[in-house]
C-alpha cells in the first residue's frame, strides 16, 4: 500500500505527535506514506466564504497527487471530507471539471484527471489493513484500558461522500479498532456530538460549551481516555481542556490519544516513540493508562 500523505495546516503544527504515531504504525503494516512537499491547504477554512476558490485549494492537491500516481491519506476529519467532495465533484460534473481545469489550475501548471481517491488514515486502518491483521500483530495487550471513541463530525458525514459500510449515525469502526488493541470502547451519551472547532473562531463560549459537555459525558462514563482521529478535535478536548476547566470551575484531566498512539502501544512501540511526551494531559497516577506509559 503506498499513500501521498496528506497532513493538512493543523497536524505538522499542533499535533506532531499525531503524524509521528501514524508514521511508524503505517510503517508495521507495510504502508508506505509519501511526501508532496507542494501540498497545500485543503480549502476548508475558506469555503463557507467563497466555495470557488475551495474547489481550487482542492483541486490542485488532488493534481499533485495524480502527478505521482497515488490515492490520498489523510490524518485529518475535514481535510479528508474538503478533498473527498471535491473529487467527487470534480469527477462527476464535466462542465466544472473543464472550468477548473482551463480557468483556475490553469495558472498553477496543474491538471485535475480525476484519478485518484482519498480516505482518512483511520479507514485505511480498518478497511485495508483490517481489524483482523491488527490483533494479529498485537504483541502488548491494553486489557484493562476503558477508552471512549471520539469519531467528528467529517469522518463520515456527509455520508452521500463515503463508500463505507459504516453507519454515520451509529458507527462502530473506530470502537473496532480500539477493540483490536485489547481495550474496551465503551458508549457514552451523546457520543456523536461535535467537538465544537467549527465555531471556535466565531463564537468561543458555545465551542467551549460543546466539548464541555463530551468531557462530562466522558468523565461520567468512566473512561480513562478519550481516542480522537482528528488533530482539530484534540485541540478542542485536549489543547482547551484546562481553559474548560477554569471557565466552568471543574476538574476533568482526562488524557485524549490519538488512535495510532494507541495502537502503537499495543504493537510494542514505547511511549516516547508515539510522541506521548507531547500530549499536554497526563494520566491520573494508579491508573491503566498511567501503567501503560511507564
Do not use: W
Amino acid at each position: 500500500m503506498k499513500y501521498a500523505l496528506y497532513l493538512g495546516c493543523t497536524a505538522p503544527v499542533r499535533a506532531i505527535n499525531y503524524e509521528l504515531a501514524a508514521r511508524k504504525t503505517a510503517d508495521r503494516f507495510g504502508m508506505e506514506l509519501v511526501d508532496i512537499n507542494d501540498f497545500g491547504c485543503c480549502g476548508f477554512p475558506v469555503k463557507s466564504v467563497k466555495q470557488e476558490t475551495a474547489l481550487l485549494m482542492a483541486a490542485r492537491n488532488l493534481a499533485l497527487a495524480e502527478e505521482k500516481g497515488l490515492d490520498i491519506c489523510a490524518l485529518c476529519n475535514s481535510c479528508s471530507s474538503t478533498l473527498l467532495e471535491a473529487n467527487k465533484k470534480l469527477q462527476e460534473d464535466e462542465a466544472l471539471r473543464a472550468r477548473v481545469n482551463e480557468k483556475l489550475l490553469a495558472s498553477t501548471g496543474k491538471r485535475y484527471e480525476g484519478t485518484i481517491t482519498v480516505r482518512h488514515f483511520a479507514r485505511i486502518l480498518y478497511e485495508e489493513v483490517g481489524v483482523a491483521r491488527i490483533r494479529e500483530k498485537v504483541t502488548v495487550s491494553l486489557s484493562g484500558l476503558n477508552l471512549a471513541a471520539h469519531y467528528g463530525c467529517h469522518y463520515l458525514k456527509p455520508a452521500a461522500l463515503h463508500d463505507s459500510s459504516d453507519d454515520p449515525e451509529h458507527p462502530t469502526s473506530l470502537d473496532e479498532l480500539i477493540a483490536a488493541t485489547g481495550a474496551r470502547s465503551i458508549f457514552y451519551e451523546d457520543r456523536n456530538q461535535c467537538c465544537g472547532g467549527g465555531i471556535l473562531g466565531i463564537e468561543e463560549q458555545t465551542a467551549l460549551a460543546l466539548p464541555k459537555r463530551k468531557l462530562d459525558h466522558v468523565k461520567a462514563s468512566g473512561a480513562e481516555a478519550l481516542i480522537v482521529i482528528c488533530p482539530f478535535c484534540d485541540i478542542m478536548y485536549e489543547l482547551n481542556q484546562r481553559r474548560i476547566e477554569k471557565l466552568y470551575q471543574t476538574e476533568y484531566r482526562l488524557p485524549v490519544l490519538y488512535y495510532p498512539q494507541l495502537l502503537g502501544l499495543a504493537l510494542g512501540f514505547s511511549p516516547d516513540e508515539m510522541g506521548l511526551e507531547l500530549n499536554r494531559v497526563r494520566p491520573p497516577a494508579g491508573s491503566r493508562l498511567a501503567e501503560l506509559l511507564g
